[in-house]
């Protein structure tokens, strides 16, 4: 029988197997290798792209709040021009009210008495004068107190006053203003008179 040996034929294949794993292996890593690169191209394009818009996004957000900024300064403007117009129509609707206060004072004050110092403090007035006699000074406060724009007169105080006459006094006295006790229909109110101020 003739002798055979296989061995050099196995050691030829195992050397063709092993070079084929070699290069499966390294076609294996090349491709890993380049999936790898192309994965981080890919992440960092997006993380490149995602910060282009948060800077698109940010500078958004700043010309908002400057916009949002204006428009609470604006509101705030507004507001202080409008507490102004208030203001001004408040005026303008108490002035007939003020020349009406002291006409209606003048009208209360009777003959013999005269007025040296009058000063208003919120509601109340505070009245000094002199007058020949206390009867006048009573006739003054009965005045007040029936007028339509004055009520609750209080004396705080008299002083003999010798040198205006024997029977002379200076007076003190507080009184609060009022609006019109008794509206008439043909005087026209505070308010139309400051529309036709205007």
Known sequence: ?????LLPWRQEYREQKQ???NQVLVVVVLAACVASFLWMKTVDGQISNQNE???ILQSEINVLNQQVAEIKELKKRRQQLEDRMR??????GNRPLSVRYFDEMVRATPEGLWLT????????VQVS??????????SFMRNLDGSDWYESPNLTGVTA?????EQASAFQMTVDVTGRKNN???EPSAGQNAQASR
Not at 87 to 92: P, S
Not at 117 to 124: A, F
Not at 129 to 138: K, L, P
């Open 129 to 138: 004068g002199v007058a020949e006699s206390n009867h006048r000074v009573s």
């Open 53 to 55: 818009r948060n800077q």
């Open 87 to 92: 203001v001004i129509q408040e005026l303008q």
């Open 1 to 5: 029988m003739a002798n055979i040996n």
């Open 161 to 165: 006053k010798p040198e205006f006459g």
């Open 19 to 21: 070079n084929e794993f």
């Open 184 to 186: 008439d229909e043909d």
């Open 117 to 124: 110092s009058l000063k208003r403090s919120g509601k109340t």
